[in-house]
């Protein structure tokens, strides 16, 4: 399984990007499929993770009504769309999938990683 993360970027706060995350070797949205963020310094956080049993989106408060997880089995994709950045928000942001179909949002249980997008919010 490869997982190929993009779409990172500098953006100032209140701004918006949408990551992406393709797959090969695995469909994705027929497992646990997610994302995760690491700030420096900070262990890595779960922000946006789908559930394939029950087709649902666990986001933390942090992000929540800000991120929003969606996918497109056509193109076996997986997005995350980011607004109203704000400057703790930037990280590595890493999709990550499991073959499991639902998962805890804590990183230790997820089995296949991405390489990582930098996502920089500053003014």
């Known amino acids: 399984v490869q997982l190929q993360a993009s779409g990172g970027g500098s953006v100032q706060p209140g701004g918006s990007l949408r990551l992406s995350c393709t797959a090969s070797?695995?469909?994705?949205?027929?497992?646990?499929v997610g994302w995760f963020r690491q700030a420096p310094g900070k262990e890595r956080e779960g922000i946006s993770c789908?559930?394939?049993?029950?087709?649902?989106?666990y986001y933390p408060d942090s992000v929540k009504d800000r991120f929003t997880f969606s996918r497109d089995a056509s193109k076996n994709t997986v997005y995350l769309q980011m607004n109203d950045l704000r400057p703790d928000d930037t990280g590595v942001y890493y999709c990550?999938?499991?073959?499991?179909?639902?998962?805890?949002?804590?990183?230790?249980?997820?089995?296949?990683w991405g390489q990582g997008t930098l996502v920089t919010v500053s003014s």
């Open positions: 070797g695995m469909k994705l949205g027929m497992y646990a």
């Open positions: 990550v999938a499991d073959y499991r179909n639902t998962l805890p949002c804590k990183y230790i249980y997820w089995g296949y």
């Open positions: 789908f559930s394939s049993r029950n087709e649902s989106t």
